[in-house]
């Protein structure tokens, strides 16, 4: 029996053509609904970013909600994910993650909004929230058995992402493979050493994994950004050649070049908006989980903040990923993943390049561990309660540690397919919930014009 086979077969029906349109026509319709807010309001969620409020009921301030949320979004997605959309689809599939990351902010901020909106409190004291709360408590006076049960699918979802999908394997076996073609270190040694160093973080909690996130997220985003700029600006002549490829080939498909066996229109559109969504999480229901966190008294603040996750992990990180690839010619070549970035690295900087790539990804995943054993721990509490919350932590120390055991595509495959199974109920719950996004969205505006 060939598992890969199946496995495919799977996810292209569960990211066929109906969970593309819900994605990205959710995206749509907060655009429509809010008026443009991931344009029209883009400088004042930055501004906040710094100089929100924090003076409401939370756990951490807005910040560290952000770069908990960043730390489980800006991940393998961005080195790994980028290479394997453009390895699948060509560089056109480049125009269909910023298709779907522009559409996805909008998600993303209702999101966040209707995660403050209808959190709630453990019975350990910390704050719990997320599609699971807001799907229910949000739905149930309408919907109640039907809300109910899209909550508990949500959950169980969320909890295979974490063990099976974005949490451990994905991004085990990105560090491990990157660390053993770079410094040669066997990938079982790497795969329990980095379950070791998780394990004395998750213990803390979350206050423990954002004050982490928050000292590491902003320095490895500084820094890969630094050094694709650097790339960039090598092989400058090439930037404008390179997006003319991409919007061709989002179009019309990219003909077979060099080792590029060729791709047609929906394979790009395919691979594009899937490893979006792998990387910015929009619409996945995820980030509202950290968003739930934080000290505010308005969900729309929240919301703001939240947005920009997507921007900075997509329209960002992903692109300079995306342009690296497409300007230095690797695209073509026989490498996929994260060996492909470390080519396009290699390139410009033939000995510190891969290096660079080796310690930028494994920070990425490290930290995107961090932020998906807190949400599948979310989860977890919301089914049963804290009591299963120790047994959670160390059933998920051993999926990390069994990481760097199984295939590249078996496990992008998985995470493909449990990532549109968490996705379905949460989009569901967004759009039911779009009054409410709404109208607290006109709540928080009228009290911005007050206080002016």
């Not at 910015?280 to 603040?301: F, V, Y």
């Not at 300007?327 to 000995?351: I, K, N, R, S, Y």
Request: include cysteine.
């Amino acid at each position: 029996m060939d598992i890969l086979k199946i496995l495919k077969t799977i996810n292209d029906w569960v990211w066929g053509p109906p969970l593309l349109v819900l994605l990205v026509g959710t995206g749509i319709l907060f655009t429509v609904r809010l008026g443009l807010i991931q344009i029209v309001k883009l400088p004042k969620a930055f501004k906040l970013i710094f100089k929100a409020e924090n003076n409401g009921t939370g756990d951490i301030n807005s910040f560290g909600a952000l770069c908990t949320a960043l730390a489980a979004t800006v991940g393998t997605g961005n080195i790994v994910g980028v290479a394997t959309a453009i390895s699948a689809g060509g560089p056109g599939a480049l125009f269909w993650m910023w298709v779907a990351a522009f559409f996805g902010m909008a998600t993303k901020y209702a999101e966040g909004v209707l995660a403050i909106k209808y959190r709630t409190i453990d019975a350990n004291g910390q704050v719990s929230g997320g599609p699971m709360y807001y799907i229910e408590r949000g739905l149930g006076d309408k919907i109640k058995g039907l809300a109910k049960f899209l909550a508990v699918f949500f959950a169980v979802s969320g909890i295979l992402v974490a063990l099976l999908g974005i949490g451990t394997f994905s991004q085990v076996n990105s560090i491990a493979s990157s660390l053993q073609s770079t410094l040669g270190v066997d990938t079982k040694i790497t795969s329990i050493v980095v379950a070791v160093l998780i394990g004395i973080i998750v213990f803390g909690g979350i206050q423990a994994i954002s004050k982490v996130a928050e000292k590491v997220v902003p320095f490895m985003a500084i820094t890969y950004i630094i050094f694709t700029l650097i790339i960039l600006g090598s092989n400058g002549s090439q930037i404008i050649p390179a997006l003319g490829i991409v919007f061709k080939g989002a179009f019309t498909g990219t003909a077979a070049v060099g080792g590029f066996t060729g791709a047609i229109v929906a394979k790009a559109i395919q691979s594009g908006i899937a490893r979006g969504v792998f990387s910015n999480e929009s619409g996945l229901g995820s980030a509202p989980i950290a968003a739930a966190a934080a000290k505010t008294e308005w969900p729309a603040e929240q919301g703001l903040i939240s947005m920009t996750g997507t921007f900075i992990d997509t329209i960002i990180i992903c692109t300079l990923t995306g342009l690296t690839l497409i300007v230095t010619g690797v695209w073509q070549g026989e490498h996929a993943g994260a060996v492909m970035t470390q080519d396009a690295f290699a390139q410009v900087l033939p000995t510190a390049g891969p290096i660079l790539i080796t310690i930028c990804l494994t920070l990425f995943a490290f930290t995107t561990i961090l932020g998906w054993c807190y949400y599948g721990e979310r989860c977890l509490e919301y089914l049963m309660g804290v009591k299963g919350i120790t047994a959670y932590r160390i059933v998920f120390l051993v999926m990390v540690a069994l990481g760097g055991f199984i295939q590249l595509e078996v496990i992008w495959t998985l995470a493909d397919i449990v990532n549109g199974l968490m996705a379905l109920p949460n989009l569901i719950g967004l759009i039911c919930l779009s009054g409410v996004v709404v109208k607290e969205t006109k709540k928080y505006m009228d009290y911005l014009d007050k206080v002016k």
